[in-house]
T-cell receptor, first 114, second 110 residues
Framework: DGGITQSPKYLFRKEGQNVTLSCEQN?????MYWYRQDPGQGLRLIYY???????QKGDIAEGYSVSREKKESFPLTVTSAQKNPTAFYLC?????????????FGDGTRLSIL | RKEVEQDPGPFNVPEGATVAFNCTYS??????FFWYRQDCRKEPKLLMS???SGNEDGRFTAQLNRASQYISLLIRDSKLSDSATYLC???????????FGTGTRLKVLA
């Protein structure tokens, strides 16, 4: 079955530590996205990528970094510069710039500070 | 003004009731519209796209009013399993960017 796989499901970060969240898709989608969701809040865009080796900052990119070396993969690194990383992180993908193409989501990673 | 606005609710309705949510948007460059459902501590899942002529999927009906810049979702014969948060999402023309509302919470009561 095609889909988006995020790992790990739960992640704990120590002070000063960088952590990387994995996102892999086998839907052959062009675009991939990372969102952050805080309790009771909407989704906020961190980064997105339209094609391999290209990505754009979203609304809350500070303290995060990404790479897009393969079409299928879009890992997110939460750096030590992100002072409030505790949140639910969602990866999504979409087919193209075409009309009426929805996003599809992975099942998320919950990040907490130790 | 927020780009997408939704009444946060909660909407508490009895089983079998009909309930409707609206979502207003401010960017006229908005091209595509969607309703997603999000259960507690889960990822959003696509419920339906919203087409200009309106569309129906079983008990769910979506409408788009471009002149007044809002979309709506109607749920008929509510089930307990419909309890969730419903997210309004729009996609800007010519871009890959999606804008999410903060969601409307629905509780269907037995």
């Amino acid at each position: 079955d095609g889909g988006i796989t995020q790992s790990p499901k739960y992640l704990f970060r120590k002070e000063g530590q960088n952590v990387t969240l994995s996102c892999e898709q086998n839907l052959n989608h062009d675009a991939m996205y990372w969102y952050r969701q805080d309790p009771g809040q909407g989704l906020r865009l961190i980064y997105y990528s339209q094609i391999v080796n290209d990505f754009q900052k979203g609304d809350i990119a500070e303290g995060y970094s990404v790479s897009r070396e393969k079409k299928e993969s879009f890992p997110l690194t939460v750096t030590s510069a992100q002072k409030n990383p505790t949140a639910f992180y969602l990866c999504a993908s979409s087919l193209s710039r075409g009309f009426d193409q929805p996003q599809h989501f992975g099942d998320g990673t919950r990040l907490s500070i130790l | 003004r927020k780009e997408v606005e939704q009444d946060p609710g909660p909407f508490n309705v009895p089983e079998g009731a009909t309930v409707a949510f609206n979502c207003t948007y401010s960017n006229s460059a908005s091209q595509s519209f969607f309703w997603y459902r999000q259960d507690c501590r889960k990822e959003p899942k696509l419920l339906m796209s919203v087409y200009s002529s309106g569309n129906e999927d079983g008990r769910f009906t979506a409408q788009l009013n471009r002149a007044s810049q809002y979309i709506s979702l109607l749920i008929r014969d509510s089930k307990l399993s419909d309890s969730a948060t419903y997210l309004c999402v729009l996609k800007l023309r010519g871009t890959y960017k999606y804008i999410f509302g903060t969601g409307t919470r629905l509780k269907v009561l037995a």
